[in-house]
């Protein structure tokens, strides 16, 4: 399941907000302290509760929001099928307005053309896709640092 960012962003502030409330702000800024440990320190039963549901909220949207990230994608490739098909019906007007010497002449050259951007485009994505499958690994132990977190707070 995918959330938006405007979920996401609406679980954090809801979630910083009330921790601004109940917990000082040396603890909060203290990266090393896990959600769990925050809770550790809220002395009020109620309010380590409430504490913790807004915390897997928060959690919860985050896995759902950057699980994509962590998931590899195939780089594509390139299929002619399109340009072909395109190929021979430009062949076809041209060769019914102008005869056989000028659809093959745009023939030629319209399948050059759409043959040389198809193969750009494939390059630009495989790039990208590639800057994304190497991001993969971290962002999966991200990912199942949250998840230990989630569960964690569950079981206080």
């Given amino acids: 399941m ?3 960012y405007e979920a996401l962003k609406e679980k954090r ?3 910083n907000a009330y921790a601004k409330s109940v ?3 040396e603890l909060l800024e203290n990266d090393r302290l896990s959600h769990s440990e925050l809770a550790g320190h809220i002395v009020n039963d109620k309010d380590r509760e409430k504490f913790c549901e807004l915390a897997a909220a928060m959690l ?3 896995i759902a929001y950057y699980r994509p990230y ?3 994608r195939a780089t594509p490739s390139s299929n002619n099928t399109a340009t072909v098909a395109w190929t021979l019906i430009v062949m076809g007007v041209v060769e019914y307005v ?3 010497a000028a659809a093959l002449v745009v023939g030629g050259i319209w399948y050059w053309l759409a043959s040389e ?3 750009r485009r494939v390059k630009e994505l495989t790039i990208q896709v590639e800057a994304h499958n190497a991001e993969v690994a971290g962002w999966a132990k991200t990912l199942k640092g949250w998840e230990d977190e989630r569960n964690e707070l569950d079981m206080l």
Avoid: E, H, V
């Fill in 2 to 4: 995918s959330i938006t």
């Fill in 117 to 119: 951007a198809i193969t």
């Fill in 23 to 25: 917990l000082p702000i």
């Fill in 60 to 62: 919860d949207a985050n």
């Fill in 13 to 15: 502030d809801a979630f």
């Fill in 98 to 100: 102008s005869g056989t």
């Fill in 70 to 72: 962590a998931t590899i």
